[in-house]
């Protein structure tokens, strides 16, 4: 089921992407001869359309479109309806597209699942009010006493007791007030909830473990109330910009840093997931519901659109790195050196994917 799961998500990311390159195309009255879904052998055709073919291909792993003279723009004279006939700036935008599709498709998903209700955290007022709200650890100092006791971060606050004083609640402001207060060196006895488990664990706060206050008595943990609150759905959209980008940026800086790591040989690909991480990060937010699986899908499209925007021959980016040297030259690129671009970035791609996929499976195995 996880299989098929990431099947479909993967399938549907692509499509969106690749309807992008469609559309576009279609204003800019390219002839499109073939949308696909999955990749050839073909397996049937649906049906034809104003010089379309819609086909269902065997392998189920995406799709594409073929744009008459996307592949040729060095061959001869181009013919009134093929991509290599139109201005620089409209196959750039062809190019670009399916980009913006992924990232449209991303902000619709995050906006759909603010509406729902993501899990968030919740101030003291939101907490009381929020059904089902949780104190959880949100951060852990190294080397203090909460570390030292075992508490970890994401554990869940149930209950905290010191003698006879006994903390239930949500309200982060009151715990700090909690712990601070009583005997100095007193044990507190906590008990949490983690992965499903009840465990009791005792911490004794301690001298010279904030910084700024070494005097201070203190565990060295954060925590935070989290708790799932729907946006109104004339909000959503707005959050859900703000919060895609957030996520471009946080996913760009990821992909810049490790595509130079790959470049100077130190590359940990512990850090990154290939299709057997990700079908098990999808099997993953499935079980967990489907605001999970939104949002995960809507992370996964938006590393699609920042990976295809990489100027590497194969991907998008570097179709609009040609596009953007034949604008300056105002030649086409001799296809002999276009396509070998194009054979050794999609081989590097794969080579990348191979190591990836088995660092994936070693993560298994271990």
């Known amino acids: 089921m996880t299989i098929l799961l990431f099947l479909l998500v993967l399938v549907i990311l692509i499509v969106v992407h690749e309807l992008g390159h469609f559309f576009t195309a279609k204003l800019a009255v390219m002839r499109v001869d073939e949308f696909g879904i999955g990749y050839p052998p073909k397996a049937y055709t649906m049906f034809k359309k104003d010089g379309t073919e819609y086909t269902l291909n065997w392998l189920p792993f995406g799709g594409f479109v073929k744009i008459h003279g996307e592949d040729d723009s060095a061959s001869g004279s181009p ?4 991509f290599a006939s139109k201005p620089r700036i409209v196959q750039a935008i062809v190019l670009v597209a399916g980009i913006v599709m992924n990232i449209v498709f991303a902000w619709i998903l995050i906006s ?7 899990p968030r955290a919740l101030s003291a007022e939101e907490a009381a009010v929020t059904p089902g709200s949780e104190l959880v650890v949100s951060h852990i100092l190294a080397d203090s006493p909460a570390a030292t006791a075992g508490l970890t971060p994401t554990d869940v606050i149930v209950s905290a007791e010191r003698g006879d004083v006994v903390f239930t609640g949500t309200d982060a402001g009151a715990f700090t007030a909690f712990v601070a207060s009583g005997e100095p060196e007193s044990p507190i006895t906590f008990t949490v909830e983690r992965n499903g488990e009840v465990k009791t664990i005792e911490a004794t706060p301690a001298t010279g473990v904030v910084e700024s206050d070494p005097s201070r008595y203190a565990l060295g943990l954060g925590v935070a109330a989290l708790g799932t609150v729907a946006v109104p759905w004339y909000e959503a959209p707005i959050q859900g910009a703000l919060m895609t980008w957030e996520l471009i940026k946080q996913v760009a800086v990821g992909l810049v840093a490790f595509f130079g790591s790959v470049f100077t040989l130190s590359a940990d690909l512990s850090e990154v997931a290939g299709p057997v991480g990700i079908a098990g990060a999808v ?3 499935s079980a967990t519901g489907i605001v ?4 995960l899908t809507a992370v996964i499209s938006i590393n699609l659109a920042l990976v295809n925007l990489l100027p590497l021959p194969a991907l998008d980016g570097g179709r609009l790195l040609f596009v953007a040297i034949e604008a300056v030259t105002r030649k086409p690129i001799p296809q002999g050196a276009a396509n070998i671009a194009n054979t050794l970035g999609f081989a590097f791609l794969i080579l990348l ?10 993560k298994l195995l271990t």
Not at 79 to 82: H, R
């Open 292 to 295: 999970a699986l939104l949002t």
């Open 112 to 118: 759909i699942s603010l509406g729902l209700g993501m």
């Open 283 to 285: 099997g993953d937010a």
């Open 353 to 362: 994917m191979v190591a990836v996929t088995a660092s994936d499976i070693f």
């Open 79 to 82: 013919s009134p309806d093929s």
